[in-house]
């Protein structure tokens, strides 16, 4: 079993930075899992944001964050972080960690294994 909750969610104005974190616990995390983030609107589908492979390299993101969201992993922390910079107000939603057992990442939510609780993200106009 593993316990992913995240961090570092709040509220900022356009153009601010936010970085939210994932804390793993409860299995060996070193490796062991390709993680990802989601996101979800209200109104809307959950949906890819960005991934990171077991090594921490390659990583994958959505085309709408490409060059603001940055995604990296702390193994030896047990620890996943989505630096986002140039906030905009279309990226208000709640970010929810997810981590994939087997294979490599993925784009699609109903491949990850374990998810958190999620942290919500506002961006103010």
């Known amino acids: 079993q593993v316990q992913l909750v995240e961090s570092g969610g709040g509220l900022v104005q356009a153009g601010g930075s936010l970085r939210l974190a994932c804390a793993a616990s409860?299995?060996?995390?070193?490796?062991?899992?390709?993680m990802g983030w989601f996101r979800q609107a209200p109104g809307k589908e959950r949906e890819f944001v960005a991934a990171?492979?077991?090594?921490?390299?390659?990583?994958y993101s959505t085309d709408s964050v490409k060059g603001r969201f940055t995604i990296s992993r702390d193994n030896a922390k047990s620890t996943v972080n989505l630096q986002m910079n140039s906030l905009k107000p279309e990226d208000t939603a709640v970010y929810y960690c997810?981590?994939?057992?087997?294979?490599?990442?993925?784009?699609?939510?109903?491949?990850?294994?374990?998810w958190g609780q999620g942290t919500q993200v506002t961006v103010s106009s």
């Open positions: 409860g299995r060996t995390f070193s490796s062991t899992y390709a």
């Open positions: 997810a981590a994939k057992l087997f294979g490599s990442t993925s784009r699609e939510a109903s491949r990850y294994d374990y």
């Open positions: 990171i492979s077991r090594g921490g390299l390659p990583t």
